[in-house]
């Protein structure tokens, strides 16, 4: 929840219109159990910024959020954040009370609960004109439906809002914590992995509702179109160092992997520099009449220092077993199909569908309409209640959700697990198969309680898929996945060759992989006829209501006016973007340009042979180190115009 603060400091920082100033962390330093996570990272955040944070997992990004909280003491090294700026996050526990989830979210303005009390009992004419005029300053009056719209967006409908949140599992009530951030609205809001308990039309509304955010955002998530859509900037969290990007995570790809060509051909040349007057050195070092030069050579290679390697971080591929014998089509067929959990309630009915064995299916619908439970008729695990389900002879189901984590045996390891299944294989044969599911080899003899999730994820779906399967269900795999992992997944799913039904919240993983979208929305199962774009349309549009429904084939027309519209937006908007990619191609020349310089400046022998030509490019490089400030600065100006112009 939002950090809280005195009353007065509250007042003073929401002040309509007022801005919370630039965040700054200096030369920071941060250790967990011993581990040096951060050492001397620095970067500066401009005010209003939506910024993604990014590095593998168990680099340091939590780390990183606890200590701009104050909750994490820093080694060394400060952040530096406004005076009167308040932080939120999403609180650790879910609320399990038994006030309504509408109460517990307008509860969390701490402000404004204050002034409503303190309305009850003041009694000093002056002191209630106050309190109704700060009421009207922070627009109190419209809370309820504010708080109402974001428990919708996050799946809530209205008689849900209703209900004590004791009454919603875990997940749901995660749901709630985050929509008490929101609507406290601090002026720098931490997201941590925010979309793991949302489902996928959760995910596209919390994007849209990120990018018109009105000041900072720092979130961490490994969701390729979240970094993409909803930030502006991108702070990579890499070798414990922080280094600034503009743009989103595609945009953020290409900088690093220019920046690090750059690097390997200055380190290059550095190397090549530092041996030849090494090699000076050893010929001549013992000469009398060289002794003079081979000691300026000595002091020059103590001051060229070295241009560090770039280091890449291996991952571990991902392989799933291909089936050794298809199945004709159609390999699963439903005519009539009804499936529920209890006698005469049924979840979903009048299922009319046929799975062929080369078809690559996604469940869209929201979480509660019954995209697990068709995932696990499909699988054998709930029986037909009605109708007809034909599986093909012989056909083999991979089946992988993320509860299964618990079904891992936590003293074992994963050879044991594997072991288990090939009870005559050699240890080595054993340990081929763990390699496949992309488990490092110092992690096959790890318990699986001391693996990470993502590594557990990794053994759970190789386990899931071990037999070849001719058909492979996913539910949910990505949640404890970092980017690169999820690259690995999209590869190893495009290199299967059996079918596939995924249910993420992951729309890249979607688009990468499957060919046919099928709704699950108002007890039933349909084929949804357009894309993914199209359906984050409806879901924006529709606000999120659950209750709503969510047409499939229909409503053309209207499908057709909004892209119209929106395509008239951006043609109005077409100059101020192209202003906008006018100044990232001016910054990129003024990057690369600054790297050229410093690689020259590097070399000591410059200073010695040509003073005034050095000189001459300190200068080049302060003024284009100016430009590129400036840049920066114009450029993030008028990409939130631009961001706020399309989001009107």
Do not use: C
């Not at 200590?67 to 820093?74: E, N, W």
């Not at 012989?394 to 984590?405: D, V």
């Amino acid at each position: 929840m939002a950090r809280g603060l005195p009353l007065s400091h509250l007042a003073s920082a929401r002040k309509l219109g007022q801005k919370a100033g630039m965040i700054t962390i200096t030369d920071l330093s941060a250790r967990i159990a011993g581990r040096l996570l951060l050492d001397n990272a620095s970067v500066s955040l401009p005010d209003g910024v939506k910024a993604g944070l990014v590095g593998r997992n168990g680099a340091g990004k939590s780390t990183l959020f606890r200590v701009i909280t104050g909750d994490l003491g820093s080694e060394s090294g400060s952040v530096t954040i406004p005076k009167h700026a308040r932080i939120g996050q999403v609180a650790q526990e879910a609320p399990g009370t038994e006030d309504s989830l509408i109460s517990i979210v307008l509860a969390a303005d701490k402000e404004r609960a204050a002034l409503l009390q303190e309305s009850e009992t003041a009694t000093d004419p002056n002191r209630i004109a106050e309190i109704q005029m700060r009421l009207v300053d922070i627009d109190a009056h419209s809370a309820e439906a504010r708080a109402s719209a974001i428990l919708a967006g996050l799946g809530f409908d209205q008689e849900a809002q209703l209900r004590p949140a004791s009454s919603f599992s875990g997940g749901w009530r995660m749901r709630v914590a985050l929509a008490s951030v929101l609507f406290a609205e601090p002026d720098l809001l931490l997201l941590d992995e925010p979309t793991n308990y949302l489902d996928l039309e959760g995910t596209l509304w919390l994007e849209d509702y990120i990018r018109r955010y009105p000041h900072t955002v720092i979130i961490i998530s490994h969701d390729r179109d979240l970094l993409n859509n909803a930030v502006n900037s991108i702070i990579h969290l890499d070798q414990k160092k922080l280094t600034f990007y503009r743009g989103g995570y595609d945009s953020f790809e290409r900088q690093k992997a220019e920046a690090d060509e750059l690097q390997m051909k200055a380190k290059v040349k550095s190397d090549a520099a530092r041996k030849h007057l090494q090699s000076y050195i050893d010929r001549f070092r013992y000469k009398a009449s060289k002794a003079k030069q081979a000691q300026s050579r000595i002091k020059a290679l103590e001051r060229m220092g070295t241009v560090a390697a770039v280091i890449e971080d291996h991952v571990q591929p991902i392989t799933f077993p291909e089936p050794e014998k298809q199945p004709a089509s159609p390999i699963v067929a439903i005519q009539s199909g009804v499936v529920g959990y209890e006698p005469g309630k049924p979840i979903l009915k009048g299922l009319n569908l046929r799975i062929d064995n080369d078809d690559r299916i996604a469940l869209l619908g929201s979480n509660g309409n019954g995209k697990s439970t068709f995932a696990k008729f499909i699988s054998g695990r709930l029986p037909a209640q009605a109708g007809d389900l034909r599986i093909a002879p012989g056909l083999k189901i991979g089946f992988f959700a993320q509860h299964q984590l618990d079904d891992l045996v936590p003293n074992e390891t994963p050879v044991e697990h594997v072991r288990k299944l090939m009870p005559q294989a050699a240890e080595a044969q054993v340990r081929s198969r763990v390699a496949q599911m992309g488990l490092a080899t110092e992690k096959m003899s790890t318990a699986a309680k001391d693996l990470s999730g993502g590594e557990k994820a990794r053994l759970l779906m190789g386990l899931a898929a071990f037999h070849a399967p001719n058909l492979l269900i996913l539910d949910e795999p990505t949640n404890h996945l970092d980017i690169d992992s999820r690259r690995a997944l999209i590869e190893a799913l495009n290199d299967y060759d059996g079918a596939v039904i995924l249910i993420s919240h992951d729309r890249h993983l979607i688009e990468a992989t499957v060919d046919r979208l099928w709704l699950v929305n108002n007890g039933t199962v349909t084929s949804f006829e357009g894309d993914m774009e199209e359906y984050r349309d409806i879901v924006i549009a529709s606000g999120k209501k659950k209750d709503e429904k969510i047409e499939t084939a229909s409503d053309q027309a209207s499908k057709a006016d909004q892209r119209k519209a929106n395509a008239e937006k951006r043609a109005q908007l077409a100059p101020l973007k192209k202003k906008i990619n006018e100044i990232e191609s001016l910054t990129a020349k003024l990057e690369k340009q600054i790297q050229a310089l410093d690689t020259e400046l590097a070399d000591p022998t410059l200073y010695e042979k040509a003073p005034a030509k050095a000189a001459e490019k300190v200068k080049q490089r302060g003024e284009a180190a100016a430009k590129l400030s400036a840049a920066e600065e114009q450029w993030l100006l008028l990409s939130s115009e631009y961001e706020e112009a399309m989001a009107g």
